[in-house]
């Protein structure tokens, strides 16, 4: 166990549509990470947040937008959702030092219909 | 930019067979460099980590050395089990304006059967 919880496990809606998905980091991480995994991007890095404020932005649909609250917790907001969207969605957490390793969650699997 | 490139899979091997996936890197800087491994239906695991040039990484039989002459991360085992099965990530990590973010391979696609 990772000690990151995602919440939901698994998500269906329809094109067009707003989902949220949720993190909650390891107990005293202060960094959060959001990633793609699909099966012909691999693992893309979305962005990341520190204590609250966006640190680093990667490859982000303008579509989509995140966010880190005073408990630290995370939430990824998808919306006018393609079926390109249709992936796993990790969230991952660190202390934010260097060479600390990234902590996975089990991740959020999206299907758009 | 930062770029990882590892061996495409499948890869499918014996029980007790010895293992290698192939993982080079190009980065600016000295980054650090990780094995990340997803089991079915799990998030990634940490197996193994370098920080600087020479450094060997290990854990449960699995080694890895940081080699910055050929720039490169290859991870290897010496018999590898069934439970081994699962897909292998080799990733970056480069501290640029106080971000960790790893950037990653494609990942290898691990089968071990009896």
């Known amino acids: ?113 | 930019g930062n770029s990882v490139t590892q061996m495409e899979g499948p890869v499918t091997l014996s029980e007790e067979a010895f293992l290698t996936i192939n993982c080079t890197y190009t980065a600016t800087g000295y980054p650090s460099l990780f094995w990340y491994v997803q089991y079915p239906g799990e998030g990634l695991q940490l197996l193994l980590k370098a920080t600087k040039a020479d450094d060997k990484g290990s854990n449960k039989g699995f080694e890895a050395t940081y080699r910055k002459e050929t720039t490169s991360f290859h991870l290897e085992k010496g018999s590898v089990q069934v439970s081994d099965s699962a897909v292998y990530f080799c990733a970056l990590q480069y501290s640029g304006a106080g971000s960790y973010q790893l950037t990653f391979g494609k990942g290898t696609k691990l089968s071990v059967i009896p």
């Open chain 1, 1 to 113: 166990d990772s000690g990151v919880t995602q919440t939901p496990k698994h998500l269906i809606t329809a094109t067009g549509q707003r989902v949220t998905l949720r993190c909650s980091p390891r107990s005293g991480d202060l960094s959060v990470y959001w990633y793609q995994q699909s099966l012909d991007q691999g693992l893309q890095f979305l962005i990341q947040y520190y204590n609250g404020e966006e640190r680093a932005k990667g490859n982000i649909l303008e579509r989509f937008s995140a966010q880190q609250f005073p408990d630290l917790h995370s939430e990824l907001n998808l919306s006018s959702l393609e079926l390109g969207d249709s992936a796993l969605y990790f969230c991952a957490s660190s202390g934010g030092q260097t060479n600390s390793p990234l902590h996975f969650g089990n991740g959020t699997r999206l299907t758009v219909t």
